[in-house]
């Protein structure tokens, strides 16, 4: 339960970190984005290996992933409305 645990926070670490790379003007600080995906991670161990037990080496982690990207996904703010292109009439 600790490994799987474990790895399911390095899961969601390696999620927030894309996250960064991949949106870094529409996320809030680093330090924020990385916990938020290895609490997830592991939240999501738990709540997974909570509701389908033990014995299910595969879908803990995709459980994991899961709730880790669905909090990553809330801290992501809109575009702004600078960058958004208008057409001549407006």
Do not use: D, K, N, Q
């Amino acid at each position: 339960m600790y490994l799987e645990a474990l790895g399911s926070a390095l899961l969601g670490l390696v999620l927030a970190w894309a996250a960064v790379h991949r949106l870094p003007h529409r996320l809030p600080g680093r330090g924020l984005v990385f916990v938020t995906g290895a609490l997830g991670g592991a939240f999501g161990a738990l709540v997974t290996h909570g509701a389908i037990g033990p014995g299910h080496p595969l879908a803990t982690p995709a459980g994991a992933v899961a709730v880790a990207a669905v909090l990553l996904s809330l801290l992501v703010r809109p575009a702004s409305r600078r960058r958004l292109r208008r057409s001549a009439t407006v």
